[in-house]
C-alpha cells in the first residue's frame, strides 16, 4: 500500500483568476477550435463541446441540433444499423457525431457492418468502457485502429498520465478522461475508485499534448463555469451528460409528478439502463450509476445559449480572444468556497 501526498483538485476546488485584458465584449471571443487529429489527420472546425453517449444526450436529435451550433455529439451504441445507417446518410453535417461502441465482439462486428455501408460518412468513432486500464480495452484499440487507419478514434476512460500516453501510441486520437465524476454515476461511492477530475485533466492534458494528441474532458461538470475550468486546465473537448439532460432532444420521456413536468435521466451503468438494455444487472455485478428525476427544460439552445456565454466570459475574464489561448492564460486559484448561498444555489 502507498499513499500519494500531492493534493489532487476538483472543479469545486478552485475559481479562474481575471487577467488585464484588452477585450471589450465577449462578442470579440472565439470559442471555436481548429485541430488536424494525430492520427485520422482529419482537419476539424467546431465548438469542442460534445453530448455524452448516454441514451438521454447521445440521440440523433440532439446530434443536429448540437451540429446546428458546430457542437457535436457521441451517439448512444443502442441504435440499430438501419437507425445508424439512415442518420448517417442524412446530409453530411460539420462537425460530425461520433458512433459509439464497447469493446465486445458484437460491439465490433456491427461497427464493421454499418461502416462499410455508411463509408466516409463516419469518420469519427467513441470507444468507451468504465476502465480504460484494461489489456482488452488497449487490445481492442489495437485491433480498431489496424483495420480503419483513417478514423478518428476518441477512447478512454482514464484519468493518469501515462495511460494517456499510452493510448496515444496505441492509435488514439483523443483521450477520454474521467472516472467517477459523473451526475448519475456511482462507481467512487461502489468502488472507492476515482480521481479528482480538474487534477485528472492537467494532467493527462500533458501527457496528451507532448505527444500531439489530444483529450476530452468527460463528466462532473455542473456548470458553465465548470467548462471553463476544464479548458482553462488544458481539455481540448468537453463531454456532458447531466448539463444536456432534461430537453426536448432527450431520449426520454416526459412524466408529472406533483403537477411538475419531470424527465428521467439514469447512468449507462445503472440498474435501469442494465434493465433495459442487457435483462438485467449480472450476478457477479454491481450497478454504478443511478436514475435521477430532472425537471424538464424545453428545448435545448437556450441551455446551449448559457454555457457558450459562459465559456465566452470566461475567455474575456483573462484576455483569450480565442479558445485555444484560454489556458495559456488561466492561474486556477484555490478556494474555501465558489458560491454565495444565502439565496440558495442557482
Ligand atoms: P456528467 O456530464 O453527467 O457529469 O457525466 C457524463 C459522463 O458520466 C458520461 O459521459 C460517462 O462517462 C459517465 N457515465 C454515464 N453513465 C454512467 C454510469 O452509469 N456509471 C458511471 N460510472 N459513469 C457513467
Do not use: W
Request: proline share 3%; glycine share 10%.
Amino acid at each position: 500500500m502507498r499513499i500519494e501526498q500531492d493534493l489532487k483538485l476538483d472543479f469545486k476546488d478552485v475559481l479562474i483568476r481575471p487577467k488585464r485584458s484588452t477585450l471589450t465584449s465577449r462578442s470579440e471571443v472565439d470559442i471555436s477550435r481548429d485541430f488536424v487529429f494525430l492520427h485520422s489527420q482529419h482537419k476539424y472546425h467546431g465548438i469542442p463541446i460534445i453530448a455524452a453517449n448516454m441514451d438521454a444526450t447521445g440521440t440523433f436529435q440532439m446530434a443536429r441540433v448540437l451540429a446546428r451550433h458546430k457542437l457535436s455529439a457521441a451517439l448512444h451504441k443502442h441504435y440499430d444499423d438501419a437507425e445508424l445507417l439512415a442518420f448517417f446518410g442524412e446530409q453530411p453535417e460539420s462537425p460530425p457525431a461520433f458512433y459509439s461502441m464497447g469493446i465486445t465482439q458484437p460491439d465490433y462486428d456491427k461497427f464493421c457492418r454499418v461502416k462499410e455501408q455508411a463509408g466516409d460518412r463516419i469518420q469519427n468513432v467513441c470507444v468507451d468502457v468504465a476502465n480504460g486500464y484494461t489489456k482488452a480495452f488497449i487490445g481492442f484499440v489495437h485491433k480498431l485502429r489496424k483495420a480503419f487507419p483513417a478514423i478518428t478514434i476518441m477512447a478512454g476512460n482514464v484519468v493518469t498520465g501515462e495511460m494517456t500516453e499510452e493510448l496515444i501510441l496505441d492509435g488514439v486520437d483523443i483521450v477520454k478522461v474521467g472516472i467517477g465524476p459523473g451526475s448519475v454515476c456511482t462507481t467512487r461511492k461502489m468502488s472507492g475508485v476515482g480521481y479528482p477530475q480538474l487534477s485528472a485533466i492537467i494532467e493527462c492534458a500533458d501527457a496528451a499534448h507532448g505527444l500531439h494528441g489530444l483529450i476530452c474532458a468527460d463528466g462532473g461538470c455542473t456548470s458553465p463555469g465548470d467548462l471553463a475550468k476544464a479548458f482553462g486546465a488544458g481539455a481540448d473537448f468537453v463531454m456532458l451528460g447531466g448539463m444536456l439532460a432534461g430537453h426536448d432532444e432527450c431520449g426520454s420521456d416526459i412524466v408529472e409528478k406533483d403537477g411538475v413536468l419531470k424527465m428521467r435521466f439514469y447512468g449507462m451503468s445503472s440498474r435501469e439502463a442494465m434493465e433495459k438494455y442487457s435483462g438485467g444487472v449480472a450476478e457477479y455485478r454491481a450497478s454504478e450509476g443511478k436514475e435521477v428525476l430532472l425537471d424538464y427544460r424545453g428545448p435545448v439552445e437556450k441551455t446551449l445559449k448559457d454555457i457558450l456565454g459562459g465559456v465566452r466570459s470566461a475567455c474575456t475574464y483573462v484576455g483569450a480572444r480565442q479558445l485555444k489561448e484560454l489556458s495559456k492564460r488561466t492561474t486556477f486559484i484555490r478556494v474555501s468556497q465558489q458560491l454565495n448561498e444565502i439565496f440558495g444555489q442557482s
